[in-house]
């Protein structure tokens, strides 16, 4: 069992930066591969970044590709996600989740994830 509580979010203005951040409890995390989601009022819950047990890939949404940074420390069984020049549409409950290293990562499949956090509330205003 692994516990994610993710904090960081709140009310910014467009063009600002957030950093939200990801403790886990639990299972050893360095075994996890973890992603960030969100999920914006009437839509689809989305895949944003993702990064491998190690560290060593990482990937990103088209959306987010070169304004948010996805990083981990092992050490503090912690995952963040730094989010800069931030958009009004970029507005969303954001989760973290962790996918048990078992070889291929399906880093964007939501349904390949087997724990959860809670969600923090981001809003981005214009």
């Known amino acids: 069992q692994v516990q994610l509580v993710e904090s960081g979010g709140g009310l910014v203005q467009a063009g600002d930066s957030l950093r939200l951040s990801c403790a886990a409890s639990?299972?050893?995390?360095?075994?996890?591969?973890m992603g960030w989601f969100r999920q914006a009022p009437g839509k689809e819950q989305e895949f944003v970044a993702a990064i491998t047990w190690s560290g060593g890939n990482t990937y990103y949404a088209d959306a987010v590709k070169g304004r948010f940074t996805i990083s981990r420390d092992n050490v503090k069984s912690t995952v963040y996600l730094q989010m800069n020049s931030l958009k009004p549409e970029d507005t969303a409950v954001y989760y973290c989740?962790?996918?048990?290293?078992?070889?291929?990562?399906?880093?964007?499949?939501?349904?390949?994830?087997?724990?959860w956090g809670q969600g923090t509330q981001v809003t981005v205003s214009s």
């Open positions: 639990g299972r050893t995390f360095s075994t996890y591969h």
């Open positions: 989740a962790a996918q048990f290293f078992t070889g291929t990562y399906y880093y964007s499949e939501k349904r390949k994830y087997d724990y």
